[in-house]
């Protein structure tokens, strides 16, 4: 387990994350002198996804500040044609570099549900270029989905899905399995013409049998 050398010598015990975005630590934190005042600031190792190894200032990893060697932000000013001069970029680009900064960016508000919980970019997909061309342009009404929510993203687990299609995806999402078949609860109650409050209220509230709160039809329908 690493431990974080503080600035004034002293150790703490706090685990040291052995991961920041595109870094990864390889050695044991130490401090460097900054500046002509003999000032020193805890700093460690990494190397970066691409190869580069270089030393970092722990307070800029931990902040997000470096999260890698630079390739990163040379990669994102690389978008073949996917930003425009009015500064708006592609729907395309858009979703690439949401899904690069959530995995890597410890400063994303949802971070923990992300990089935070171990999903990953993969290497591929680090660069623009190699998103493009394996998942192709981002059709209108839709955004990247991982068909499985505990991997990361990849072109074995990612689509352009809608809203809806992701909805039934998530995590927090009951399975239902009924005469052979699993579903979501949503998908259930849209494939029998009921609101998904209806199935609910019938499951957790009235404490129906599966069977029940399928089979019987909603008043008026």
């Known amino acids: 387990m690493a431990t974080e050398i503080l600035s004034n010598g ?3 015990d706090n685990s040291l994350p052995q991961v ?3 870094l990864t630590v390889i050695g044991q934190p130490f401090q460097k002198p900054v500046g002509t005042r003999g000032y020193k600031k805890a700093c460690v190792e990494c190397r970066c996804s691409c190869g580069t190894v270089k030393t970092y200032h722990l307070g800029d990893l931990k902040s ?3 999260q890698s060697c630079g390739c990163l932000k040379r990669e994102r000013s690389t978008t073949h044609g996917h930003t425009r001069k009015s500064g708006k970029p592609s729907p395309t680009y858009r979703s690439w570099y949401n899904m690069v900064t959530r995995c890597t960016n410890p400063n994303y508000p949802r971070f923990a549900d992300y990089g935070g ?3 990953t970019v993969c290497d591929r997909w680090l660069r623009f270029e190699g998103f493009l061309e394996d998942m ?3 059709p209108k009404g839709t955004t990247i989905n991982r068909k ?3 991997l990361g993203y990849c072109p074995e687990n990612c689509e352009w899905a809608t809203v809806k299609e992701q909805a039934n995806n998530q995590r927090s999402n009951r ?3 009924h005469n052979g078949r699993t579903q979501t609860m949503a998908q259930w109650a849209e494939e029998l013409g009921m609101s998904y409050d209806t199935l609910r209220g019938r499951l957790d509230k009235l404490n129906w049998s599966l069977e029940k709160a ?3 039809p909603v008043k008026g329908s």
């Open 214 to 216: 399928l089979a019987t």
């Open 10 to 12: 002293d150790e703490s």
């Open 117 to 119: 919980r171990g999903i």
């Open 64 to 66: 997000g500040k470096s």
């Open 175 to 177: 399975l239902l399995t």
């Open 136 to 138: 192709g342009e981002r």
């Open 20 to 22: 920041y975005g595109l």
């Open 148 to 150: 499985h929510n505990n």
